[in-house]
């Protein structure tokens, strides 16, 4: 069994993670080159999101790896990848292929997941909001299900006693330890909407008696973390959720929780090109603050959806025109609110790196010049950068928005009937010639596929 990291191997640790990063990057420059050089970023497709299939393969391997070396062999182990960070059918399919599951939150993600070939074993719901029907399907499916409240329990109450349970379930709870530095991600503070808020008065005796209740409440769920909150915070909330299953397993008298579903929220370093922190600085840090969680007694769900996907997907856009206004450079680009909403209505949080290229695809060089990188949208806002030092962009050129793999081109917003771009996934020659291949992810969106979701079909609906 693996045993916390000596000096050395931390050196080495950090060796490797750069290392890493350089060749994410340098396989990112010649995936930019080869979009721009073959066509592929074009007039008629001014913005395009590609994602790195060698670096989804490294994250999903790293991922598992980091568990595997903490946990006793045999230890039930299931990575459900949430979908809602990166909703594409191929790459489910992928993470599929590399022995990742599907954590669903609607009824649409759940359709993508089993399009995507992901087993009902591997699958689990959460949401706060499941219809009726929904838990009726994951029920018949035999998905598993975590339930988020008192209702939501007592619908399943009713369900299980009319379909039984072959689906493993169980409650979310929130363990309220604290907000991170983004509060609209923060999912563990007092008054979160997520799960029964266990530090509320009377609330942790509810849940042990809910339980005792209910012998086929067989796990626990909580998602303590999110990007801005610090690993030693996240493995708090689970230390908590690791206590709660050690005490209703204690009041049953036999293991009645068998599986803890510790969720996702690593966050992601959007810094640099190095995976700071990542999943085995997670493992490490759980296994300080939770040491039981590693001794093989309870199987584990995760839901990674951010660390597994952000660093592995860039948005490319064409600069339209270059300008100048108070002084200050403008570059007029194709990304921006409807690649970038996170990033646009919030900078402050979520700052992305930007890299300028030539219209060759070549890197930019020169002196660093504080300029703004618009997005095309029409309000004074959109910004994908404001303020920043970049080699000076010029019309034609092609900017990058790095790190858009997860929540951001995949999770289009329609403002001003711009078109979901296309998605594209690259990948070398595997015989070492560092030629690119793009594989199609996600079509990009025609104008008349626009026209006819916003109700071409209805047309004449508000006349007389
Ligand atoms: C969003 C979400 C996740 C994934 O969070 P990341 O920060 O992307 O890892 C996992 N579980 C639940 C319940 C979620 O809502």
């Known amino acids: 069994m693996h045993m916390g ?3 050395t191997d931390m050196t080495d640790i950090r060796g490797s993670a750069a290392d890493r990063g350089a060749a994410a990057a340098g396989r990112r420059h010649r995936a930019v080159r080869a979009a721009v050089a073959g066509g592929l970023i074009s007039d008629e497709q001014p913005v395009v999101g590609l994602l790195d299939v060698a670096g989804i393969r490294e994250s999903a391997a790293a991922l598992r790896t980091a568990f595997e070396e903490a946990l006793p062999p045999g230890t039930p182990v299931l990575h459900a990848f949430a979908v809602k960070a990166s909703p594409l059918v191929p790459v489910v399919r992928l993470l599929r292929e590399l022995g990742i599951g599907a954590e669903v939150a609607s009824p649409g993600e759940l359709a993508l997941a089993r399009a995507a070939g992901v087993p009902v074993e591997a699958t689990v719901l959460d949401s706060p909001a499941k219809t009726t029907a929904e838990l009726r399907e994951a029920l018949s499916l035999g998905i598993a299900v975590n339930a988020d409240n008192a209702q939501e329990l007592a619908r399943l109450d009713a369900l299980v006693a009319e379909l039984g349970t072959r689906s493993p379930l169980g409650v979310r709870v929130n363990p309220q330890t604290g907000t991170g530095s983004i ?3 923060s999912t563990a503070t007092s008054t979160s909407k997520f799960g029964v808020a266990l530090r509320d008065p009377g609330v942790r005796e509810w849940v042990v008696e809910a339980y005792a209740r209910r012998p086929w409440l067989t796990r626990l769920h909580a998602h303590s973390g999110s990007q801005g909150v610090p690993l030693k915070l996240i493995a708090e909330g689970i230390a ?3 206590g709660l299953a050690e005490e209703i397993n204690e009041a049953a008298g036999r293991r009645q ?3 803890l579903d510790i969720g996702g929220g690593l966050p992601v370093n959007f810094a640099s090109d190095e995976h700071t922190p990542d999943f085995a600085a997670y493992v490490d840090a759980l296994r300080d603050a939770v040491p039981g969680l590693f001794e093989g007694r309870y199987g584990l769900v995760t839901e990674f959806g951010r660390s597994l996907l952000a660093k592995h997907g860039t948005v490319l856009a064409k600069v339209e025109y270059t300008k100048s206004a108070g002084a ?4 007029v680009t194709h990304a921006g609110v409807q690649v970038a909403t996170r990033t646009v209505y919030a900078p402050e949080s979520w700052p992305l ?6 219209a060759e695809g070549e890197p930019r060089t020169g002196e660093p010049v504080a300029q703004d990188v618009a997005g095309p949208a029409c309000f004074a806002g959109d910004l994908l950068a404001t303020d920043r030092p970049l080699p000076l962009i010029q019309q034609g050129d092609v900017v990058a928005a790095l790190d858009t793999g997860a929540y951001y081109f995949a999770h289009h917003y329609a403002y001003n009937s711009l078109p979901r771009p296309g998605v594209y996934g690259f990948t070398e020659d595997p015989a070492g010639s560092q030629d690119v291949r793009f594989a199609t992810v996600r079509t990009p969106q025609t104008v008349e596929e626009i026209v006819t979701e916003s109700g071409a079909a209805h ?6």
């Open 328 to 331: 200050r450079p403008i570059a």
């Open 240 to 242: 908590v959720l690791y």
């Open 353 to 358: 790196r930007i890299a300028a290229y030539d």
């Open 459 to 464: 047309t004449d609906a508000l006349l007389p």
């Open 5 to 7: 990291r000596t000096e």
């Open 183 to 185: 509060g609209a991600l």
């Open 257 to 259: 929780v068998d599986t």
